[in-house]
């Protein structure tokens, strides 16, 4: 059944109710969509008195087969209601976790963060903020990543270890024996030669000085 766009919440959830569809169908209110208790009173059918999270997770709120995970809260500003996130109580737990907040009046609620979000019950802006535990500069390194910072600059990069060198350019990192150049890593021993440190435009190249010798940002065969 569609609930008409536009029509005032109180009468899509009357609607909603006298259509008796399944409880995953309430229609969203706030930060999270309230069911079931007292609501409207007389109008509620009896099933759907004083029921618990519990009891509506345990039914299965609703779920399919793929999204076993339900997620709901008591409601704190109406006896006997529950209140499940914006959009259902369903959720794939590989990919999100149920976060219980507060709104700014101090009623409870629940909304649905991602699997790298943390949860912040009280800030009102973004309840659900990225959670990163090796933060590096603008990035976020992984478990088996270093953070490092380039010479001569306090810019950082996650690179495999802290014995590989941080790069300027597009968040490199090369090898521990080799230096950056541009977007190229260079061998050892080979010399990096940069137009744009002589003001001309074009890309970085890497010259081994035994045959050749940069000239103006260029590499040059040696004579």
Known sequence: MSVPEGEPRLDQLSRVIAAE???????????????????????????????????????????????????????????????????????????????????????????????????????YEDYCTFACDNVCGDDCCGESEACVKTKGSEVKRCCPSKEWNACLNRKKCCPPKEKCCGKKCCPQGHDCCAPDKHGFPGKAECCDPRTHKCVFGKCKPRR
């Open 21 to 123: 569809l399944p409880r995953r169908q309430a229609l969203r209110l706030g930060a999270g969509v309230l069911l079931a208790g007292t609501f409207l009173g007389g109008l509620l059918p009896k099933r759907a008195y004083a029921i618990t999270c519990e009891q509506y997770c345990s039914s299965g709120g609703g779920c399919p087969g793929e999204t076993p995970a339900c997620c709901c809260v008591p409601s704190s500003e109406t006896e006997g209601a529950i209140v499940v996130p914006v959009g259902g109580s369903c959720y794939d737990p590989n990919k999100q976790h149920c976060c219980q907040v507060q709104r700014p009046d101090g009623t409870a609620s629940v909304v649905l963060c991602a699997k790298d979000e943390k949860c912040n019950p009280t800030n």
